[in-house]
């Protein structure tokens, strides 16, 4: 069989790993004032920033609806035998239950939809282990239910420099980023059930509040060593030292990545990210 591995915009894969591996991504909509985006074609983070910093709005992001989704899937179809797709959590985004709502409507079992529980390279992670499997010559319930089984062990955290865009977005209280700005008090994010939750509190500088993260994520969840990756919204040189870090570490493959516009839309400057399989 042909198999083909699409994804939502937000998997932040870089454009080097998606060609490698081959990922069709479509890409989530970025409303800035009345004017729409298509993330990571027509705009970046860095004009995200300077629209957020000038106006002091957040842009808007849209999911795309069903009827998109079907004609994305059925092009493609003409192709290959069967799609696996990889959405944003269901419980962060509609997007993903739209792909389920275009796979019913063509049927045949042609698409496969992930709901990945996850977002930015989490989801990357389980693009790239689809790939693999199809190139070891799996069958589409192999490779679902290794995908599925990977999904559950997926690692995706984050730890956020400010709580501004988040205060923005209508996800923390006034208080709680007046709080947080006094204290410098530095939330990671992540990932647990599909949803995303504080975990965890630092305080003081980001750098080695990075530092300490990293390690502390390596002792709570015990990775696979295969692959990980760091991924950030704004480039910091500390992501240099954190890569050398997890090879140390001996981590096989590690990449640094940049969050895309949809991402970043909800996090900010300087947040930093580790991501990885759990063993």
């Given amino acids: 069989m042909r198999y083909k591995i699409t994804s939502d915009s937000t998997c932040d894969l870089s454009p080097e790993l998606l060609k490698k591996y081959n990922v069709t991504l479509m890409p989530i909509v970025i409303t800035l004032d009345d004017k729409e985006y298509q993330d990571g074609i027509d705009i970046d983070q860095d ?15 849209s999911a795309r609806s069903a009827y998109e989704y079907t004609e994305f899937f059925e092009n493609l179809l003409t192709d290959c035998d069967h799609v696996f797709h990889f959405s944003l959590s269901h419980k962060i985004s509609s997007t993903g239950n739209n792909a389920v709502v275009a796979s019913q409507e063509i ?6 939809v992930f709901d990945s529980k996850s977002l930015s390279t989490g989801m990357g992670l389980q693009i790239i282990s689809c790939a693999e499997k199809i190139k070891e010559g799996k069958t589409v319930e192999e490779i679902t239910q290794e995908v599925k089984e990977e999904i559950e062990k997926t690692q995706a955290s984050f730890l956020i420099d400010t709580l501004k865009f ?12 007046l709080g947080a700005n006094l204290l410098k008090i530095k939330p990671r994010i992540s990932l647990v059930n599909g949803e995303m939750k504080v975990t965890k509190k630092y305080m003081g500088n980001i750098e080695p509040c990075l530092i300490k993260y990293t390690n502390e994520m390596l002792k709570e969840c015990p990775p696979n060593k295969k692959r990980v990756f760091i991924t950030y919204s704004s480039y910091m040189p500390v992501a240099d030292t954190i890569e050398q870090m997890l090879k140390d570490y001996g981590f096989e493959e590690v990449y640094q990545t940049n969050a895309g516009p949809t991402i970043c839309t909800h996090c900010g400057k300087k947040t930093l990210g580790i991501l990885y399989i759990k063993e």
């Fill in 107 to 112: 049927g045949n079992n042609k698409v496969t």
């Fill in 166 to 177: 988040l205060h923005k977005g209508g996800r923390c209280s006034g208080i709680a980023l």
């Fill in 47 to 61: 004009a995200l920033f300077e629209y957020t910093e000038r106006t002091g709005n957040l842009p808007k992001t």
